[in-house]
């Protein structure tokens, strides 16, 4: 059984960082690909980046192409977010997902349905 925690969430001004850390234990294998959603209040989840735990590809969405950078230490189970120029609209809670969609593909690889395990979430809050 894969436990995911997330940490590393908080309040910044548009414009700020912060880095979100999940860490992963329970199990040796989480599967082949970890990703970080987000949902803010009345929308749906939605994918904004992901991870091949194997070969490191790493897939975004396009709203935060070149603001989030993904990355893994897996000496330490461990997955982050790092994100830049953070802006009001990335508001929302932010789940750190493991799971086994097939590879290659960023459709499947961004469906929340692909991954079996969630942490509990994060709170990211940017304001104006």
């Known amino acids: 059984h894969v436990q995911l925690v997330e940490s590393g969430g908080g309040s910044v001004q548009a414009g700020g960082s912060l880095r979100l850390s999940c860490a992963a234990s329970?199990?040796?294998?989480?599967?082949?690909?970890m990703a970080w959603f987000r949902q803010a209040p009345r929308k749906e989840r939605e994918a904004v980046a992901a991870i091949d735990t194997g070969g490191g590809v790493s897939y975004y969405a396009d709203s935060v192409k070149g603001r989030f950078t993904i990355s893994q230490d897996n000496s330490k189970n461990t997955v982050y977010l790092r994100m830049n120029a953070l802006k009001p609209e990335d508001t929302a809670m932010y789940y750190c997902?493991?799971?086994?969609?097939?590879?290659?593909?960023?459709?499947?690889?961004?469906?929340?349905?692909?991954?079996?395990?969630w942490g509990q979430g994060t709170q990211v809050t940017v304001s104006s």
């Open positions: 997902a493991a799971g086994d969609p097939v590879p290659g593909i960023v459709a499947i690889i961004f469906r929340a349905d692909e991954y079996n395990y």
């Open positions: 329970g199990a040796i294998d989480v599967g082949s690909s």
